[in-house]
């Protein structure tokens, strides 16, 4: 299936090394193979294909070269830096890797002003609708159960998404976990993010996190730091305009996979409209340029909304999620009297009739993910 980043990327490889991030197994070498038939593929996790990356041999005669894990080389921006200066991008030059990838990005300038940037996310209902032609009732639905995680999705078993996910979760914490950090204590990272599936949508106490795991508040703060960067989890904090005392409150904490979610019905559905604002805020800021970030709303009197998507410092809607509620929400009006740009949103699960009171609107959960555009 034809991915959502196709033809961006695409675009920039005319111009630029292309840097193509995300979690593992979420379709990034599928993507890259797919751009074009006449490429070379080198993976550094296989011998062979080693000994040609440190020789330099691969065939130029052709349209594009991927690097996969190419970050797993000694000095690989500098490597490629070297490349990309003598040889230019004839042919184009493409570099796929997960967490360590993205990490290595924010370290040091050795390629500023070579390189663009993305990050592939699993399926959304938008994304479904638009490449499959599902409704987006079915869509949703089956992220849901199953999760967007492309091969499970695909395959439409929910056995089979237990045994990938086991897989898949194990090949993290074991392999990339321990590439990316030196960490002694695996198992109760793994605990972690088993807790961390069981409390989808609530604020996260990083003391209770601690006395849980009998470790120091520092140490799950760094642990939840590595779990971001691998792209098991990603955080959804508080909004305030001024950006340090938001990082100071509590954080929300989703999941990439929707279908590791351990909850019911509304811990899931917030867990994937969650995952969708996500991808649709990346797509902007990695086409754009424009600083993104993904809020959730609660004053003093703990008012609260779901989610505040804002791009370059201004929020873009307010987004409540219910499962059955057919009254809107009281927070939601409170919270548009102070940003009235922010269009108030709430979305219901399998909704029969849309509403409207004010400036707020009422709509199903499957047909506001199909039609999501934040710009």
């Known amino acids: 299936m034809k991915r959502y ?107 500023a002003g070579r390189f663009f940037y993305y990050r592939l996310h699993p399926l959304t209902v938008k994304e479904i609708c638009s490449t499959l032609g599902e409704k987006p009732e079915t869509a949703l639905d089956r992220l849901l159960k199953l999760g967007g995680f492309p091969e499970p999705y695909l395959k439409d078993s929910e056995t089979f998404a237990k045994r990938f996910r086991r897989i898949h979760t194990d090949t993290i914490i074991r392999e990339d976990l321990l590439d990316l950090e030196r960490v002694r204590d695996i198992k109760s990272i793994e605990i972690l993010i088993d807790l961390l599936r069981t409390r989808v949508g609530s604020t996260t106490s990083y003391s209770a996190l601690a006395n849980d795991l009998q470790v120091s508040i520092h140490t799950v703060k760094h642990w939840l730091q ?59 800021e990695d086409t754009t340029g424009s600083r993104v970030a993904l809020h959730y709303l609660r004053d003093k009197e703990k008012n609260e909304v779901d989610f505040l998507p804002v791009v370059d410092k ?6 409540e999620v219910k499962v059955s509620e057919e009254n809107f929400s009281p927070s939601l009006f409170r919270f548009h009297r102070k940003l009235e740009h922010a269009k108030p949103y709430q979305i219901v699960y399998r909704l029969k009739r849309k509403k409207s009171k004010d400036a707020a609107r009422m709509l199903p959960a499957h047909e506001f993910l199909r039609d999501l555009q934040l710009l």
């Not at 305030?240 to 899931?268: M, P, Q, W």
């Open 5 to 111: 980043l196709e033809g961006f990327i695409r675009k920039d490889l005319e111009e630029k090394i292309v840097l193509l991030s995300g979690p593992r197994q979420v379709g990034k070498a599928t993507l890259s193979k797919q751009l074009t038939t006449h490429r070379v593929y080198l993976s550094y996790d296989a011998s062979s294909d080693r000994r040609i990356i440190h020789a330099q041999e691969w065939d130029r005669d052709t349209d594009l070269v991927i690097f996969d894990e190419l970050h797993k080389m000694k000095k690989w921006k500098s490597w490629i830096k070297g490349i990309y200066d003598t040889e230019g991008i004839s042919p184009s030059l493409l570099i796929t890797g997960s967490a360590r990838l993205d990490t290595y990005r924010k370290g040091g300038d050795s390629l």
């Open 226 to 284: 590595i779990l971001e960067n691998l792209y098991i989890i990603f955080p959804v904090r508080p909004y305030h305009k001024n950006i340090a005392r938001s990082l100071l409150k509590e954080s929300k904490y989703y999941l990439y996979d929707t279908g590791a979610v351990e909850g019911d019905l509304g811990a899931k559905l917030e867990n994937t409209v969650a995952c969708a604002l996500l991808r649709d805020l990346h797509l902007i």
């Open 314 to 319: 201004r929020p873009l809607c307010m987004i």
